[in-house]
């Protein structure tokens, strides 16, 4: 429109890359449970939004911590998330519409953890402020960030080294592996198979809950944040590739440019274009861009 | 459940019924059984239905709006009732959605037979509740949609949804702007720029402002605008795009919890270093009960009703008593809701529960209420409130922060509507 | 409506007699139901008539969405897209057409002929919408075909609050206001609370009837044996994704149908209607109802919308009456997956069983029945939560 349409400017481009780096930490757990278990969970982003309520109580309603609030909201999101796979999605692998039964189950949860939260904090939003070590701004070429912002980016980099290389060199890694690509044959070989699912919805669940805690500073956290984020993590998990963490990454990258350059260019179109990205991609190439986790 | 219901249908068979009947055919027929089943119920309440709304982003606008009505309530309740009869406020949850707002307003009517109607936040809901209750023939009492349309009597404009059924106490979002242009005449900035939420509201201040302005011949342009979707988390890509077209003035109708998020992501981004002036329209609705992000001092804002202005001893009595009951300064919305509830009280005393009889008083009275002495506009039934612009300051002894320096804009609404024409605008002055 | 009462009230004697002969056949309740839903637009209090309109609009959503899914086990989560077609199709029709109506017909008869010309012009827009996106969407299956129906669904609704030319006012959507019609002299509001619902009732009715035309038709019979094995049916000749396709296009009509009446009642055209949430609501109801029974949806949005009204009561609870849903929807599938639907179906064999019993041997042989049904089901249950139906229990 007005502003400049020559090139992306510093801003659009770090903002781009701060949304890029959130969704990918949400993206990733729910590919990796996708990859894993079959299992498409709806209710990834309420417990994404768990996770960013929990680092907002600790932050500023139990203790004044923000990385213990982050450390809690990982391992508190993991551990529902093993109570949700134990109890309602376990008892539903051997059935014949075993996918589209999880997917009604997991989306009944979107439904509860929705109103817990409304009931627990209510519907107005917080803001959680940004721990003081990074509560400064930085300037880059005339538009200034805070330091939050930045130290997220890094951040969802870690993380997608830190897992790349659990699952790539540790033994739970190759069990994972190894079960996501044949089931049946992991469990002859004595792969304790319903133990390993828990595991990975622990560690898919434990990554929503760090990525909603870690963003929780960037955004205003309330009822909403939930539904708004699962359709992103969706269309994300569907262009990458189900099941793909590099495919999660690229997809998470894309959206996050989308969002913050398209107010800036194309205003009528950018919410439009990743769902239209989303329908291409399953039409022409359903397994998405980037192979599956055991390539 | 067994025993009010009755009480109200009673009611409704001695001042209701006969608007109903003539209305709706035999439906009447059915409130006739409902009737003759509750003989012998008593007739001691009045009951208004308040629509507000009170979850999502909007909620603690609900929750300013039922601190001035039960403050009324309790006010005319202790001094004895609406002729002898205690008054009640059935309150409705709108969730800022037309589609629940005609739920609850049917509901309201229908099964709670309330004797008249107030409230309405979201501009979007009023468009779509102010036909309703022109085929209920039921009184409605706006106090906070400031849509120009509502006002507007239909025909006048595609938009237009204003009929005889339908009040509004406080100002409209064009009075509004004719006052922000006359701000920012004295401000005579180079650019302007908006960032408002994504519907009729939004996109309506930004027209009233640049026609406005263009009207009472402003000489500046208006470069770029922003529209994020209602209950956005993250603004900061439209917060980068506006700073991108480095404005001089910005001119913003966020609202509710989306003004809260959107003054912490803006403070983080350097938008008070970079943009001179910052207009917010709805900003002292949100400020006083927002707890997070107040606005920043220095920048300007328009409230629909002034704690301290007019200095009367009316205004100030109100103040004083709501800041002893809550603990903060009334906001706009409970005035608003506090002076609806007064209003009916008026009319009823004056006319009975007759709907036409109430319509006509709040027609041809002239009313009082803390925000001043104003009447009815004939054709719109629009209140005579002035828009109030001033800039927001910190005061020590109300803990809050309130306006300074104000800018009492009371146009005449031919004035209002020669800058429009003058700007070439076929928008209604609402007025 | 009341001209063919004297052979209405011979036929009610003459079904009550047979009814205390022969017992209840389906013909007899459908009748019965009938009668029902005819005076109940006359006697229930005008809100009740009010919430009634919507349950049926939400009943025949949710029904023509289970023609898809329960019958051809294609979980859609972007139907809402075809609500919405319906009522914008409406919507813009009254705004840009009415005028020329007018013209055409007069200004007496115009409101209802506006109407039908829009609900034709609705649906054959729906149709228009469907035939491609069922197309391209039914190459998919499983979670695939929900998620690309999710994002057909939400380019439609991007499409929408972008308010393309003009045409759908952005996020604030489009009133639609039913004007009074008069014909010969007569006047009437097509919205009126009364007609609105007789309206509702007729197009809902005759829908909900040719719906169970088609399942029960050949094609129907096709389409089950697809829900129990794509591959079998494959392997018998059927062209499996040709059916699936002309499904889709058959229930996403409904839908506009559906999409068309609600534009009525809410009096605007809402992109709302577009959004996923919008679709979710019918798989609730059908999960809650019985996807596997042909009445399944209809309980499902009865319980859907009567369980929230009956909340609406207690405020406190009201503002939470998702969760109650949700944990509905989990329960459902884990441990009850024939829904409401099949739970009334086994209460009523289970009826008749205690009947014979007490024929047989009175009140003792009853109540030991009862006993012994009870401690076998409670034994039963811890097997049958791991066994699955899966296909279609009709």
Known sequence: ?295 | MAGKPCTDDVQNGRNGLDRRTFLKGAAGGAAVTTVAGCLGGGDDTISLGALYIFSGFGSLYGEEAERGYELAVEEINNDGGIDGQDVEIISRDTEGDPNAGIRQMTSLIEEENVDGLFGLDSSSVAQSIAPQVQEYQMPLMATHAATPFLTSPEGEHDNSVGNEWVFRNSNSLSHDMYGAAQVAATLELDEWATIGPDYAFGYETWDYFQAYCEGIGVDTAFTEEQFPALEESDYSPYISSILDAEPDGVITPLWGSDLTTFLGQAEQSGWFDEIEYTLFSVGMGTDLPADGSPLPEGELASTRYDPFEPDTEENNEFRETYVEEYDTLPTYNAEGAYRAVYLYRNAIEEAGTNADEIRSTFEESEHTGPVGEYAFAPETNQATVPAIWGEVSYDDEYESNVLDSLEVSDPSPEEMQQALEDAGSDLPTGV | ?394
């Open chain 1, 1 to 295: 429109m007005i502003s400049t349409l020559s090139f992306v400017s510093v801003s659009d481009l770090v903002i781009g890359l701060s949304l890029g780096s959130r969704l990918f930490l949400i993206a990733v757990g729910l590919s990796l449970i996708f990859g894993v278990l079959g299992v498409l969970n709806f209710a990834h982003g309420a417990l994404y939004m768990i996770g960013a309520y929990l680092a907002l109580a600790f932050t500023t309603q139990v203790i004044d911590n923000f990385w213990i609030g982050v450390v809690a909201g990982a391992i508190g999101v993991g551990v529902i998330g093993v109570l949700i796979e134990v109890g309602t999605i376990r008892p539903l692998y051997d059935r014949v519409e075993a996918d589209l039964d999880q997917l009604i189950v997991t989306f009944g949860f979107v439904l509860v953890i929705h109103e817990v939260v409304r009931f627990v904090w209510g519907s107005q939003p917080y803001s959680t402020p940004a721990p003081d070590a990074l509560a400064f701004s930085v300037s880059v070429s005339g538009s200034t960030f805070s330091a939050y912002r930045l130290f997220v980016i890094v951040a969802a980099l870690v993380v997608m080294a830190a897992l790349w290389l659990f699952i790539r060199r540790t033994y739970f890694g190759a069990l994972v592996r190894g079960t996501s690509s044949d089931r049946e044959m992991a469990s002859m070989l004595g792969v304790d198979v319903p133990r390993l699912y828990t595991g990975v919805f622990f560690l898919g669940s434990f990554l929503a809950g760090l990525g909603g805690a870690l963003s929780a500073p960037l955004q205003s956290t309330s009822p909403a944040l939930g539904e708004q984020v699962i359709i992103d993590a969706f269309i994300i998990v569907v262009i990458g590739g189900l099941g793909s963490m590099f495919g999660a990454f690229v997809g998470a990258m894309f959206v996050g440019l989308m969002q913050a350059i398209g107010p800036s260019f194309i205003a009528a179109g950018h919410i439009a274009i990743p769902f239209l990205a989303m329908v291409l991609v399953l039409l022409v190439r359903p397994e998405g861009l980037f192979g599956g986790l055991g390539e």
């Open chain 3, 1 to 394: 409506m009341s001209t063919h009462d004297d052979s209405v009230t011979s036929r009610i004697g003459e079904f009550t007699r047979d009814a205390v002969r022969n017992g209840w056949t389906r013909e007899r309740c459908v009748v019965l139901l009938s009668l029902g839903l005819l005076l109940f637009g006359v006697v229930a209090p005008s809100f009740q008539i009010y919430l009634f309109t919507e349950f049926l609009i939400i009943a025949l959503f949710a029904l023509a969405f289970n023609l898809l899914y329960g019958y051809t086990g294609l979980l859609s989560f972007g139907h809402a897209m075809f609500l919405a077609g319906g009522s914008y199709g409406l919507a813009i029709f009254l705004q840009e057409s009415e005028p020329y109506v007018s013209n055409v017909v007069g200004a007496g008869p115009a409101p209802l002929v506006s109407w039908v010309l829009g609900a034709v012009f609705a649906v054959s827009l729906v149709i228009a919408m469907a035939v491609p996106i069922g197309w391209l969407s039914v190459r998919l299956e499983e979670i695939y075909f929900a998620l690309i129906t999710l994002a057909f669904g939400m380019l439609v609704y991007s499409v929408i609050i972008q308010n393309p030319q003009g045409l759908t006012a952005g996020s604030d959507g489009i009133n639609v206001l039913l004007g009074v019609t008069e014909i010969g002299g007569a006047e009437f509001r097509l919205g009126d609370r009364q007609i609105y619902y007789y309206l509702t009732l007729g197009i809902v009715g005759a829908s909900t009837y040719g719906i169970w035309r088609i399942v029960n038709s050949p094609f129907g019979t096709i389409c089950k044996s697809i829900r129990e094995s794509p591959e079998r049916a494959a392997a018998l000749g059927v062209d499996v994704r040709f059916h699936r396709w002309m499904t889709f296009i058959v229930s996403a009509a409904f839908v506009g149908i559906a999409g068309v009446l609600i534009a009525g009642l809410s009096n605007v055209a809402s992109p709302y209607h577009a959004h996923w949430s919008e679709s979710a609501t019918a798989v609730v109801a059908t999960v809650i109802g019985g996807a596997t029974y042909f009445a399944g949806p209809i309980i499902g949005a009865f319980v859907y919308l009567y369980a929230r009204w009956g909340i609406s009561r207690y405020p406190a609870l009201e503002a939470h009456w998702e969760f109650f849903m949700g944990v509905l929807i989990i329960l459902v599938v884990l441990y009850f997956k024939v829904g409401a639907a099949g739970g009334l179906y086994m209460l009523r064999t289970w009826l008749l069983d205690v009947q014979a019993a007490y024929r047989r041997g009175g009140a003792n042989a009853a109540v030991g029945f009862v006993r012994e049904s009870a401690t076998n089901k409670l034994r039963r249950d811890s097997d049958a939560s791991e066994s699955d139906t899966g296909g279609v229990e009709r």
